[in-house]
């Protein structure tokens, strides 16, 4: 995905269709000059759904289509009849799509799995015909329910990606050149800081044709829960991932120190992210000899840990069988 095609934020406008009037007919004929009331009921008006599809990957189609409106209900008619239904408007998002209200920030809902379907704003009611409305005392009722009005709602709609595994690590440690390696994925690789600019996927193979997401998620620094490098942009696509693979340099200075770094940027954010499986990848590590891993493994977190060198391919299958172990937890 290039960084001018992934949007995962957008604000839209929504307008349900009001409903169909019921109606006042009475029965009226060349045989019948004194009918009862046979008014029929009006037709609900549109609703606005959203629908998650697994072939889409960003919500860029949102972005020129802000304005979203469903069509008016029928109304009722003679011989009680039923007007149409208005209507419904289908939006197709990703999987993985959070629905929050614009003016409250309350969480409406959100779609996971592939086909769902949700209203997000409800059509109004159609109105009852003076049929519903006729009685021993009142056997000619002229009056009849009117539709329900159309309704209003501006909504937020965010992308959190979806995957078995979510790479975590300060920008330039490896986590694309990884990711490029294990699949098929071809995120953009560069020396300097901030290469990578949105999320990107690759599905890794693993033994007997099994398979696991990878998500890249954009460097973290530290202070990104305040805004600083890139922000809580994407902080908030590591929420949906199953596993969290924090990937440090072996050149750094304390590996031990920017794992904590990297664990507190996310407790800042949401502490609920520390209660998700963490693995540790020591990046680079071709550059180091047995003796020096050895001393280097003395003071590493207590999580699970592998050695790895995405270039020269060290350690690769060792961090799949980790990752997949982790997983299956």
Known sequence: ??????????????????????????????????????????????????????????????????????????????????????????????????????????????????????????????????????????????????????????????????????????????????LSVVSAAKPKIAEYHFTTLVPNLGIVAYRDDRSFIMADIPGIIEGAHEGRGLGLRFLRHIERNSVLLFMVAADSNDIHNEYKILLNELKQFNPELLDKQRLLAITKSDMLDEELMDEIKKDLPDVPSVFISSVAQKGIMELKDMIWKAINE
């Open 1 to 178: 995905m290039s960084g001018s095609n992934f949007v995962d934020y957008v604000k839209i406008f929504c307008r349900s269709g009001a409903g169909g009037n019921g109606s006042t007919h009475l029965h009226r004929d060349k045989l019948t000059m004194k009918g009862g009331p046979d008014g029929g009921d009006g037709g609900r008006g549109g609703h606005i759904v959203i629908r998650a599809n697994a072939q889409l990957w960003t919500l860029i189609h949102l972005k020129f289509s802000r304005h979203v409106f469903a069509g008016d209900g029928g109304s009722g008619s003679q011989s009680r009849s039923t007007g149409f239904d208005g209507e419904d408007k289908v939006i197709e998002v990703p999987l993985g799509t959070v629905a929050r209200d614009a003016e409250t920030g309350e969480v409406i809902f959100d779609v996971t799995e592939d086909g769902e379907e949700k209203v997000l704003v409800k059509g109004g009611r159609g109105g009852l015909g003076n049929w519903h409305f006729r009685s021993s005392t009142n056997q000619t009722p002229r009056y009849a329910q009117s539709g329900g009005e159309r309704v209003e709602r501006s909504v937020i709609l965010e992308l959190k990606v979806l995957a078995d595994v979510g790479l975590v690590g300060f920008p330039s440690v490896g986590k694309s050149t990884l």
